[in-house]
């Protein structure tokens, strides 16, 4: 718990902390906070450019959040041990960038597809953690790791099609734009890491 990892944990964690304490202390204002920090596509094009930076420190759930942290410690600790904090903060930053990228492209396209998308704020580090997941797919694709809590092993490369899998079946279900949203972000880590 050092470096990237100590900063990209607490971070979220600080941020998870004074959200919860605004929801006390302001609990109809916290949902419009909620609203302006999370990535909308439309508050994104008419003027909330912040928004793809804030969308990733956002967490409404408990469990949401504890699971997203969990998977950015093990994930972040695990590249900091390649590479330098810098690296990992750039890495992570860029997949940020390119999951609220995507979102914004397919909400500008869906009309003219013919489909249409369930537009809803997006929040948390999704697709910071998936970004970091294609790089160890990707680099270090040969490395068991445990699934839990089952005693059985798998290649990182293979857990990464697996997640993939699950994102681009996500498509055809009413979140597309999440789903597209995450493939955007793991985009964005194959192209940071070319």
């Not at 967490?59 to 330098?84: A, D, Q, R, Y």
């Not at 003219?112 to 998936?130: E, H, Q, Y």
């Not at 996500?170 to 192209?191: D, I, N, P, R």
Request: charged share 5%; net charge positive.
């Amino acid at each position: 718990f050092r470096g990237a990892t100590r900063r990209l944990v607490l971070w979220n964690l600080v941020a998870y902390f004074l959200l919860l304490l605004a929801q006390t202390v302001f609990p109809l204002r916290t949902m419009g906070a909620i609203f302006s920090l999370g990535f909308l596509p439309d508050a994104f094009l008419h003027g909330s450019i912040w928004q793809p930076l804030t969308y990733s420190l956002i967490h409404p759930s408990l469990m949401g959040t504890l699971f997203e942290l969990l998977s950015l410690w093990f994930l972040t600790g695990f590249l900091e041990n390649f590479h330098n904090a810098s690296w990992v903060i750039s890495l992570y930053a860029v997949s940020v960038l390119g999951t609220a990228a995507a979102a914004l492209v397919i909400y500008i396209l869906a009309p003219t597809l013919g489909f249409s998308v369930a537009v809803m704020p997006l929040t948390g580090c999704f697709g910071g953690i998936f970004g970091m997941l294609i790089a160890i797919g990707v680099l270090y694709g040969d490395m068991q790791f445990m699934l839990f809590p089952l005693p059985i092993g798998i290649k990182a490369r293979y857990l990464v099609a697996i997640y993939a899998l699950i994102a681009i079946a996500t498509l055809f279900s009413a979140e597309k734009m999440y789903a597209f949203s995450q493939l955007g972000g793991a985009l964005a880590a194959l192209v940071f890491l070319r």
